[in-house]
């Protein structure tokens, strides 16, 4: 008898992903998304990040306040594959990409943050997110369902960027 083989056995990513939505019905929107990351196939959601409600960052004036948070997915799909699944969703959910300047007002917004330790430098997918270590609202969620992440390029513990932020955004005492 022959011995079992692992080569059609696809490797599975935990993968970050961040939720946001400024438009609508913010929460119902972010909740709608979640479930629908639930209802996929090849996508298990681990964990869920409570929401916060953070003020826009480089959005046009008026924008309004957004929530935000980030899941926790395990896949097999591969990085581009889960970006489409995730622009699916946004369209569902009455985002309309086209046309839109970048920031613009938003029923949701999914970000694909990390995935696995890849590091992934493509014009329509950069993973780890450029921006992440420089967003409390990124980092905040992130830190409550998975302490203990690094940086997949630079090793930094996220713990460490989001002190970094906290203190740069602190006055400084006399």
Known sequence: MAEPTTDN????????????????????????AIRQLREQE?????????????????????AGMFLNGVVWLRTALPAHSLLGV???IER????????????????IDLDLLLYGQEQIDEPDL?????RMHEREFVLW?????AST?????????????????KEERSPASS
């Open 42 to 62: 090849g996508i298990e959601v681990l964990r869920e990040s409570s929401l916060i409600e953070t003020a826009p960052v480089d959005s046009p004036d008026g």
């Open 141 to 145: 969620p992130l830190l409550q369902i």
């Open 9 to 32: 056995v696809s490797p599975t990513f935990d993968v970050f992903v961040g939720l946001g939505s400024n438009l609508g019905d913010r929460e119902g929107s972010l909740q709608a």
């Open 86 to 88: 995730l622009l699916d």
């Open 92 to 107: 569902a959910l009455g985002r309309d990409r086209a046309d839109q300047p970048r920031n613009a007002p938003r029923t």
């Open 126 to 130: 950069e993973v780890p997110h450029p």
């Open 149 to 165: 992440l690094k940086d997949p390029k630079t090793g930094e513990p996220y713990a460490t960027a989001y002190a970094r932020l």
